[in-house]
Nanobody
Framework: QVQLVESGGGLVQPGGSVRLSCVVS????????MGWFRQTPGEEREFVAG????????YYSEFVEGRFAISRDNAKNTVYLQMNSLKPEDTAVYYC?????????????????WGQGTQVTVSS
């Protein structure tokens, strides 16, 4: 059984930083690309960042590029999302996801395993 468990969310002030973690179990982690998505109430889930199986290739949505960084530690079966210069509009539930290919995918329909989500609230 594949499981993805996120952690690291919480309340952070505008301009602050937070790092999300996602531990994957039940599959060979270093074979597959990983992504981070986010969702706010009443909105569709949107792509934030993705990485290929190795972590050397990454891709970001335009609204986080330069502020967020995705990385992975294949020895720990963990993917991270470092979030810097946070803005109130970054407030959302953040989800990590895994798909069945080795490359970067930006469409949520390509992902077949999802974590439960972790809330990030950016507010003073």
């Amino acid at each position: 059984q594949v499981q993805l468990v996120e952690s690291g969310g919480g309340l952070v002030q505008p301009g602050g930083s937070v790092r999300l973690s996602c531990v994957v179990s039940g599959r060979t982690f270093n074979h597959y690309g990983m992504g981070w998505f986010r969702q706010t109430p009443g909105e569709e889930r949107e792509f934030v960042a993705g990485t290929d199986w190795s972590g050397y290739s990454t891709y970001y949505s335009e609204f986080v590029e330069g502020r967020f960084a995705i990385s992975r530690d294949n020895a720990k079966n963990t993917v991270y999302l470092q979030m810097n210069s946070l803005k109130p509009e970054d407030t959302a539930v953040y989800y990590c996801a895994s798909h069945s290919g080795s490359v970067i995918e930006t469409s949520e329909t390509q992902y077949n395993f999802w974590g439960q989500g972790t809330q990030v609230t950016v507010s003073s």
